[in-house]
């Protein structure tokens, strides 16, 4: 089944504890991203990465990095999360191909920062 | 990407068909409309998308005007499991380094 996968699906942690979100992709899209989206601000995307060792930022990357070395998996990393981090996360792929874009969407990480 | 307008909440009868109207009036020659839905806090799903052609699928419908000011997305036999925010999207397929960005879309609720 074609899918992304995501992380895990919840979490708690403390300010400051080094943390991983896992994003996984089986459809050997390119493209891949993320968002974090938060009550009355809708979605709002982190990174983007259009393939493999190619990252850029979004509109709100502060407090976050991110790597793409394999097609499927794009990773999203809080080094020093704070409480404005706690949101609910999504990852995205999507192929790339003239005309279409459809993007799949994971079933989300709901992250609380303490 | 062209501003949309959707209404911010809309109800329907369980079984029966749930028009959701999307204004799209600054809507340029390569801009596609794209359909989008998320049911509560899970990740948003793709449901159609179209250019100026009407559009069906296994999900939906997807009827443009002739002057691609307007469009609506049709569910033709609406279940409990439909209820869900929608959101119009209009865009350059591939534009703003793929970025979608979702307004607050209408929040379908189906009632049995």
């Known amino acids: 089944e074609a899918q992304v996968t995501q992380n895990p699906r919840y979490l708690i942690t403390v300010t400051g504890k080094k943390l991983t979100v896992t994003c996984s992709q089986n459809m050997n899209h390119e493209y891949m991203s993320w968002y974090r989206q938060d009550p009355g601000l809708g979605l709002r995307q982190i990174y983007y990465?259009?393939?493999?060792?190619?990252?850029d930022k979004g509109d709100v990357p502060e407090g976050y990095k991110v790597s793409r070395k394999e097609k499927r998996n794009f990773p999203l990393i809080l080094e020093s999360p704070s409480p404005n981090q706690t949101s609910l996360y999504f990852c995205?792929?999507?192929?790339?191909?003239?005309?279409?874009?459809?993007?799949?969407f994971g079933p989300g990480t709901r992250l609380t920062v303490l | 990407d062209a501003k949309t307008t959707q209404p911010p909440s809309m109800d329907c009868a369980e079984g029966r068909a749930a028009n959701l109207p999307c204004n799209h009036s600054?809507?340029?020659?390569?801009?596609?409309v794209y359909w989008y839905r998320q049911i509560h806090s899970q990740g948003p799903q793709y449901i159609i998308h179209g250019l100026k052609n009407n559009e069906t699928n296994e999900m939906a419908s997807l009827i443009i005007t002739e002057d691609r000011k307007s469009s609506t997305l049709i569910l033709p036999h609406a279940t409990l499991r439909d209820t869900a925010v929608y959101y119009c999207?209009?865009?350059?397929?591939?534009?703003?380094?793929?970025?979608?960005?979702f307004g607050k879309g209408t929040l379908l609720t189906v009632n049995p």
């Open positions: 995205a792929s999507s192929i790339r191909r003239l005309f279409t874009d459809t993007q799949y």
């Open positions: 600054t809507i340029s020659g390569n801009e596609y």
């Open positions: 990465s259009m393939n493999v060792e190619v990252t």
């Open positions: 999207i209009v865009r350059v397929p591939g534009g703003s380094n793929y970025k979608l960005t």
